[in-house]
């Protein structure tokens, strides 16, 4: 069929499809700090992208990778109005390809930016977010959404109490029992240390939740497994001026695993 047959608004459509993955195909996550400046001109374009729904998983992508380690490019991402798009975008749920992409652009947003953190949570992602934890440790959505959660976590008072109140806690426990092999597991475990972090309600919340058994066995995948340094990391948190928490991480176990980390050394 000839250009001319096929009705404009399609060919529009499919215009800004191959547009969103030829830039998408220009980044990725470890571009150097040169190539992402370069690319950052197109970010009004992709968040145009996102909101026009063609391509707008590629575009999606594409902002993911240009806000790795790049504070700017988050900040211009969030000033150009990508959030509110991604977060339409996460309600297509986990069978979707648009959905995971976007909580793997919130995450990257959300890292090391207070201020994204407090704009996500504004623009409604958290209840989304844990609506994708439920697929499972098997779906990279859930991963990914773990991930966004475990930044948004970081360093907020405000967060931790509005991801406790979503739901999120007994999920994230769910995705810890699938083992330290899993990413699934490793991310969730690093969720619940910010969770845990300075936040007393949160630490009752996680520990009635059965998070504790399930962290005590990931730290026997030993100093060489991140799982097992972010189970400690939650422990630690947990236990921060708890006695209960202290009590039961005791009487589940954790003690000698614990002691076989340190004796890895200071260079684990």
């Known amino acids: 069929m000839s250009s001319r047959q096929v009705p404009l608004a399609e060919r529009v459509a499919l215009t800004l499809e191959r547009h969103a993955k030829e830039l998408c195909e220009l980044t ?14 197109a970010i009004p374009i992709l968040v145009q992208l996102l909101k026009g729904g063609h391509g707008a998983s590629a575009a999606a992508l594409a902002i993911d ?5 790049s504070a700017a490019n988050t900040n211009a991402i969030r000033e150009a109005g990508a959030i509110a798009p ?10 979707s390809k648009a959905a995971t992409t976007a ?3 919130l995450w990257s947003l959300a890292y090391s930016n207070d201020t ?8 409604g992602a958290i209840a989304p977010l844990v609506a994708l934890l439920q697929a499972g440790a098997g779906s990279e959505a859930a991963t990914k959404a773990a991930a966004a959660l475990w930044s948004l976590a970081n360093s907020t008072d405000t967060n931790q109490d509005a991801i406790r109140e979503a739901g999120a806690i007994a999920p994230l426990v769910v995705l810890l029992q699938a083992g330290a092999g ?9 969720a619940l240390w910010n969770l845990a972090n300075s936040n007393d309600t949160n630490k009752k919340a996680i520990r009635e ?4 058994a399930p962290l005590v066995a990931l730290l026997q995948a030993g100093a060489g497994s991140e799982a097992a340094t972010k189970a400690a990391g939650a422990l630690g948190n947990l236990s921060n001026s708890n ?6 991480i005791c009487e589940a176990g954790a003690i000698a695993p614990l002691v076989v980390l340190l004796q890895a050394g200071a260079g684990s």
């Not at 990778?65 to 380690?69: A, K, Q, R, Y």
């Open 28 to 41: 990725n996550r470890h571009m150097s700090a040169d190539e992402r400046e370069a690319v950052a001109l």
């Open 209 to 212: 939740a059965g998070a504790i």
């Open 182 to 190: 899993s990413e699934a597991a490793t991310i969730a475990a690093g």
């Open 103 to 105: 909580a793997g652009a």
């Open 86 to 95: 991604l977060v339409a975008l996460l309600q297509a749920g986990a069978g």
């Open 243 to 248: 006695d209960t928490n202290k009590n039961a």
């Open 65 to 69: 990778h240009l806000g790795v380690n």
């Open 116 to 123: 994204n953190r407090n704009a996500i949570r504004e623009a």
